[in-house]
């Protein structure tokens, strides 16, 4: 329903070495508003990071502009120091006075910065990073595009959250070092098929054999700000009929109990379009008890993880024919399968500690751990140049030596 819960998906797709695509729009790594909040990230952890610098140095717009930034550089590489270094000493250098107010400016900020990752959590220093530097202000007052990428930004504030509670000793540079080798890992395999993943606007007149729908919540679809208002509920009715019959042969429906969103852990109730579908047409494949765990790599929100914590599928039996226009009817055939993955666990059960494997992305390592989880096998393994990490062994690219 909204770009922003790509983002747990794309985290998983990547670790797992699951190969996608986002249909219509950008990698959720690749959209401009996450680039430059890590760029500010980054710039915290190493004041020597130039390229990061120049990238967020006017932005929002500080009055800073590409002569200046340009002059800059040309000092700094002169001098052979940093360009915050430069901006620092701004008033030593007579091409930089016309500037020298906003770029001391700049430097407050930065120094503010400092202290609020001496101050905070990992977590809410990357709050205040958004707060301080003026980006949130920014993004509000361009309306609903600025709404949209805020939401995007929150949902990397939700990732540092989940990095913090599985890293408790975690530091800032750990973090931008995880999501290095996430953003390293895009289409490992060009010519392997790829998940396509869209929101609902974009798959209309599109057509797939099997189609998931998640977020099936009141406060996610239909939206929050729709619940209230009969003629917004009724465009995102129709919005989930689109969704609906796009699939040909499969349909799963899905829905978190608890998840984490825009940095918040919420429950939500079921949505409203999961309880208008008839009962014989949804066979509900919940586990009996949500089992305790969650997918320790994939980056999902709480509730949501690996292969179906508290989750809710729901599939129709079989229709005679494909949807008509003018009902909700599910698509013709469409069954579904059980929260385990239907892929050989001997893969995963094979791994033994002490063995060593070949990762197409990490190279190679030495298995440290090797344990069973919800139809695979969860395996930590110390890579020689990647260091420790974790994986689905049934989906991530790799095999022993």
Same mark, same amino acid.
């Given at each position: ?22 249909y219509g729009g950008q990698k959720f ?35 800073? $502009? ?6 800059? *550089? %040309?000092?700094?590489?002169? @001098? !052979?120091?940093?360009?915050?270094? /430069? +901006? ?19 430097? $407050? ?6 202290? *609020? %990752?001496?101050?905070?959590? @990992? !977590?809410?220093?990357?709050?205040? /990073? +958004? ?170 929100s709480e509730g949501f993880s690996g ?9 129709g039996r079989t229709a005679a024919k ?80």
């Amino acid at each position: 329903r909204m770009n922003a819960q790509s983002n747990p998906l794309e985290n998983y797709f990547a670790r797992a070495g699951i190969p996608y695509r986002v249909y219509g729009g950008q990698k959720f790594y690749d959209r401009m508003e996450i680039k430059d909040v890590l760029a500010y990230l980054q710039l915290v952890d190493n004041e020597n990071d130039n390229l990061r610098l120049t990238r967020i140095i006017n932005k929002p717009a500080r009055k800073i $502009g590409d002569a200046t930034i340009a002059e800059i *550089s %040309r000092i700094s590489e002169g @001098l !052979g120091v940093p360009m915050l270094e /430069v +901006i620092k000493h701004a008033d030593e250098y007579d091409n930089l006075s016309r500037a020298r107010n906003a770029l001391k400016e700049f430097v $407050g900020i930065y120094e503010r910065l400092l202290e *609020s %990752r001496e101050e905070n959590s @990992l !977590g809410d220093f990357v709050e205040s /990073v +958004i707060s301080i530097t003026g980006y949130r202000a920014m993004l509000t007052a361009q309306g609903d595009e600025g709404q949209t990428r805020l939401e995007n930004v929150e949902e990397l504030v939700s990732n540092i959250r989940i990095f913090e509670k599985e890293n408790p000793e975690g530091t800032l540079s750990d973090f931008l070092e995880d999501i290095a080798l996430v953003t390293g890992i895009d289409n490992y395999d060009e010519d392997a098929e790829t998940v396509t993943l869209m929101t609902l606007h974009s798959a209309k007149g599109l057509e797939f054999d099997c189609v998931y729908i998640v977020g099936l919540e009141e406060g996610i679809f239909p939206g929050e700000a729709s619940r209230y208002n009969n003629e917004d509920i009724e465009e995102e009715r129709r919005l989930a009929y689109v969704g609906i019959t796009r699939a040909k042969k499969r349909l799963c429906l899905t829905r978190s109990q608890m998840r984490m969103l825009f940095g918040t852990t919420r429950r939500n109730p079921e949505s409203r379009f999961l309880k208008e579908i008839d009962d014989e047409l949804k066979e509900d494949l919940s586990p009996k008890r949500a089992q305790n765990w969650r997918a320790a790599d994939g980056g999902f929100s709480e509730g949501f993880s690996g292969y179906g914590e508290a989750r809710r599928d729901y599939g129709g039996r079989t229709a005679a024919k494909p949807a008509e226009r003018g009902s909700v009817t599910l698509a013709s055939s469409i069954t579904l399968g059980s929260d385990k993955p239907k892929t050989d666990t001997a893969k995963g059960t094979s791994f033994q500690k002490g063995e060593r494997v070949e990762h197409k992305i990490f190279g190679t390592g030495t298995v440290l751990s090797a344990t069973p989880l919800g139809g695979d096998t969860l395996v930590e393994i110390e890579f020689d140049k990647a260091g420790v990490k974790k994986a689905m062994a049934n989906y991530a690219p790799m095999k022993k030596l």
